[in-house]
């Protein structure tokens, strides 16, 4: 079984910044992606951002150039600065991860973290 914690979320005014982590702990033999997505009420769950375990990186267009996501591989954590916060990115964002677990096998697993919830206030 594989955990992911997340944590950073919180109350922020428009233009500010919030870092959130993700730390993924558990039965791990490697980490292929990692990701961040988003729900805001009454709307569906979104990408937000992926990165794979040799740094390639997806951002969807309405964060595009205001936030940042990386990785540390040695402590299985993905991290996502946020800049200049608008109203709109207002939602509880989850951390997802891609994960093989057993080295005989290349089979990859998909796991959810609980949600952290980001308010901008503006």
């Known amino acids: 079984q594989v955990q992911l914690v997340e944590s950073g979320g919180g109350l922020v005014q428009a233009g500010g910044s919030l870092r959130l982590s993700c730390a993924a702990s558990?039965?791990?033999?490697?980490?292929?992606?990692m990701g961040w997505y988003r729900q805001a009420p009454g709307k569906q769950r979104e990408l937000v951002a992926s990165?794979?375990?040799?740094?390639?990186?997806n951002y969807a267009e309405p964060v595009k150039g205001r936030f940042t996501i990386s990785r540390d591989n040695a402590k299985n954590t993905v991290y996502l600065q946020m800049n200049n916060l608008k109203s709109e990115d207002t939602a509880v964002y989850y951390c997802?991860?891609?994960?093989?677990?057993?080295?005989?096998?290349?089979?990859?697993?998909?796991?959810w973290g609980q949600g952290t919830q980001v308010t901008v206030s503006s």
């Open positions: 997802r991860s891609w994960v093989v677990v057993f080295a005989s096998s290349s089979a990859e697993f998909t796991y």
């Open positions: 558990g039965s791990i033999f490697r980490i292929n992606a």
């Open positions: 990165i794979t375990n040799d740094g390639s990186t």
